[in-house]
């Protein structure tokens, strides 16, 4: 599992990396085509990661200080997210992995951690991946408008 937690966090890098200097307004663009926007598809990957991680785990899943059914599978974005909100979403992305690492310690033998199975993480970066896609193709429309 540990690789899987590795491939995560550097493709949160990457996708904090991506979205770094986007303004509020655009992270809300709801762009023709498309039923959310990036802030939305940020929120889902980390509601569904988490989900993931720790519904068949001995470990608490950490509170948010956001509404996190608002980013729940079949929700959309109704609400403007503000920059606060916006900013826990970036730092709770960057933390998960991190997190469950440490909550999981590690340093035991891989069999007595595996509480999220191979199949698991692998659906979990495929839908991190699918999102990530989509938000990159969501921030090169925005960045356009910007202009």
């Not at 191979?118 to 429309?141: G, P």
């Amino acid at each position: 599992m540990t690789q899987y937690l590795d491939k995560l966090e550097e493709e949160r890098k990457l996708l904090l990396e991506r979205t770094k200097d986007l303004t509020v307004d655009q992270y809300n663009i709801i762009s023709p085509g498309f039923n959310n926007n990036i802030i939305w598809n940020m929120g889902h990957i980390l509601v569904v990661s988490e989900s993931l991680l720790y519904e068949n785990s001995p470990y608490q899943r950490p509170e948010h200080e956001f509404l996190t059914s608002n980013f729940q599978r079949g929700s959309r974005p109704d609400d403007i997210i503000k920059e606060d909100e916006i900013l826990l979403i970036r730092h709770s992305l960057q933390q998960t992995a991190q997190f469950y690492k440490k909550c999981t310690g590690m340093n035991r033998p891989e069999d007595e951690i595996a509480s999220v199975s191979n199949e698991v993480m692998q659906f979990l970066l495929f839908h991190e991946n699918m999102h990530y896609r989509t938000i990159a193709r969501l921030s090169e429309i925005v960045r356009k408008i910007k202009d």
